[in-house]
């Protein structure tokens, strides 16, 4: 894996993550501390998921 598509495949997952962010704080009702950092942690893990999957299927 060289610099690029390093650097790629974050990027993927910082959209990922911030989309699935967004659409987590759309449907919830009210912001609090422990919800922010478990929605935040649950996008992230959707996001690197989310890119795995994307990756897996664009190799074949």
């Keep these: 894996m060289d610099a690029r598509t390093a650097l790629t495949g974050a990027l993927e997952v910082l959209v990922w993550w911030g989309a699935l962010t967004l659409l987590w704080l759309v449907l919830i009702s009210t912001v609090d501390t422990l919800e922010w950092v478990v929605g935040t942690s649950a996008a992230l ?16």
């Design 45 to 60: 893990v959707g996001a690197i998921a989310a890119w795995g999957a994307r990756r897996a299927v664009g190799d074949r």
